[in-house]
DNA sequence: ACGCCGTGGTGGAACGTTCCAGGCATCTAA
DNA sequence: TTAGATGCCTGGAACGTTCCACCACGGCGT
């Protein structure tokens, strides 16, 4: 007639199966498993020893429910089949989990049929789990309305600066200048902004803005930004197809707002005999893993994912244990052009 | 002095505010909200009135709580980094999301020093959030060990098959089978099966089996599978400098267990000189979205992810609403070839 | 001897739902 | 007319924690 047995069976022991075994009530079995101090040694002692017969383990659902806080930890992606995302949230989901927290990933990017405020409709729905904190790997829509839904969960932006919360990122505008000065310096004027986003991301935004900064420092006329695809990365990258040879008949470079669109481009190129570098110049941004290999080699602005994702975890833990305080802080990362041989000098003409 | 100002500022409405406001019991609230029948449509119409004014939302937690259940759906995925992960992901978290589930990833690969149980404690971390299903996108370790911790969970497996539970993949054997025999068709003898897990997953399993039953088929030994790489994509694709010259110095063509193995291998290849396909032909398994581009061109076998995402979900949703019912349901899917660039005939010798 | 304090421990209340046994009309069949 | 069924609604109990006010007790300073 051992203990373990006396219990209903299918069901979980709780906190006052254990109490009972070890004799005390219920609020100390409740001490000990949190680890709280006011219990002797020896009463500790024979509660871990009850908690272990039984094999007790806390419901989390009912702690959840009493302190209406989970240990979860949202994260806005763009897009997980963007490399740059899935790079990122792996090891943001390493970093939570060693911490003990579970991570719960949102595509930001919808079906294709979305609307401006999408963001905030997927913020809503990863909200109504009570994330503990939430990350944003990707951000557009209205700042205030979704401020507000928040509610006061604390918010780290990674790889994006939003004033309202903390944040750790490269300058976006710092990159896309170095970028585009990069092409400028190899004797390029004809250069072309290009995003794959019709949304406009708040990052993508910074970087457009660092190209034109570039640009009209170099006294050369901005180009209008070309917007190639519907507005997602799957629909452009998986069916580079759309006329985008007319856009860059004047250029002889693009600078895009990311990797994978550079890839589209690059492939784009390929398949319309367009030669890379010799007839078109292309540079990337994030230096996504992709683009260091030796068949795509791209020219891009590297971002450190490994210190972002740490940076952003440490300080989104930081707030939930009230370790850090005060006004968002924003930690700011140094872009870093990383040359390959997707550019060159334009040809001579 | 509006309803909604009268209650406690801060505090959220509750079911017994939209009671009272209605005049009605909290279980008549109950009912309305989960739209259960025996509420007359006069009643249904002034509870939802007190609901729209007070913006009352049902606490999540208390109903996770006392149902001990949640609208969580479990993913455990080998590596998000990995694009045919990021890809399922991607499709799995929208699917669900349509269905009013939220998603939770679980790399199931480590960071490098996990044990053979290391699967275990995740699908463990991940089951302490009681999510309502789980869907396994890669699995190894002890299966009735983690079937016992699921303990009655419902769980489906993509891109693979385990017996216990429901599955919807293609034959990977048959897929192994199709690529080898691929090979043997072109004329190629010395064919190397390439893996680089060393912690063997189920479907890469079969996909070995697949390969050997080629081979023997067409009266040819089977190599010694190659374990290039210390067990994780990530290490193998990033520092791809490992010596594999010399274990392949006596093959024509390498049958790898997943694209990014393949791109991995192709990487290699490039870097020491060997040419793909003349004096190596890569082939791959899944076909995903890179191995499409011109620069990659990686002949290789194609899986459905349309296809096994969206059965997935529905089989688990199935599972879940009682629809489904009864004995592991297999949903078999057939493999492709899908020939492109780096595969050809061997040299002469 | 007495009040005070710190240490270790207790038990009730609260959290916001769902579940269920029942209550009260009103309707139906005998 | 009446027993039983049906439709609509109610209120208590339960879920497993955390939080907090409080209590017992021994040591200490005065």
Known sequence: MKATQSRAPGRNPTIFDVAALAGVSKSTVSNVVRGN?????????????????????????????????????????GDLDNPFYGDLAKRLERLAFRSGYTTMFCNIEGAGDEEADFAASRVEALLEQRPA????????????????????????FAGLREDWGDSVAVSNSAGG??????????????????????????????????YQAAMRGAGVDPAPPIHWGPGSEEATVKGADLSLLDQLRDTTAVFCSNDIGAIAVLEYADRHGLRVPEDLSVVGFDDVHLASLARI????????????ARIAVDTLL???????????????LAPALVVRSSTAAPAAT
């Open 37 to 77: 101090d006011g219990v002797s040694a020896a009463t500790r002692a024979r509660v871990e020893r009850a908690i272990e017969i039984l094999g007790y383990r806390p419901n989390v659902l009912a702690r959840q429910f009493v302190s209406q806080r989970t240990t979860i930890l949202g994260v806005l992606v």
């Open 133 to 156: 904190g939430v990350v944003f790997l990707a951000f557009f829509g209205r700042s205030p309305d979704i401020a507000a839904a928040l509610g006061g969960v604390p918010v780290v």
């Open 177 to 210: 200048k170095l970028a585009t000065e990069h092409l400028l310096d190899l004797g390029h004027r004809r250069i072309a902004y290009l995003t794959t986003h019709s949304l406009e991301r708040r990052a993508h935004v910074a970087r457009h803005r660092g």
């Open 297 to 308: 080699s791209l020219t891009t602005i590297r971002q450190p994912f490994d210190d972002i």
């Open 318 to 332: 930081g707030r939930l244990s009230g370790t850090l305080e005060g006004p968002p802080r924003h930690t700011q």
